[in-house]
């Protein structure tokens, strides 16, 4: 996914999380989000089952409630990333 796309879906997503016009949850389901530059993303429950997140850069994302079920996080940095009440269940969280 390109950078430019991946930005107007976290924008979108943002004003939903705020409950504005023109909102949207970021629907991200099996996404190749390899190597994305996430830092500091506002991705709360945003819907990431099985996307591929190998090597993404994830440090101070806000992940809570977030669905990253089977999600490929190998090598991703979580440095500081706010994981609460994520749902991790199957994700690949090998060497991240």
Known sequence: ???SDLNEILKKHKRWIKNE???EPA???VA???YAN???ADLQR???QRADLRGANLR???LQV???QRADLQRADLQRADLQRADLQGADLRYA
Request: aromatic share 0%; charged share 30%.
């Open 1 to 3: 996914m390109k950078q």
């Open 27 to 29: 629907d991200l389901q």
């Open 21 to 23: 016009e023109g909102g």
């Open 46 to 48: 945003a819907d990431l």
């Open 38 to 40: 996430l830092r500091s």
């Open 32 to 34: 190749n989000l390899r």
């Open 60 to 62: 101070s994302a806000d």
């Open 66 to 68: 977030a669905n990253l």
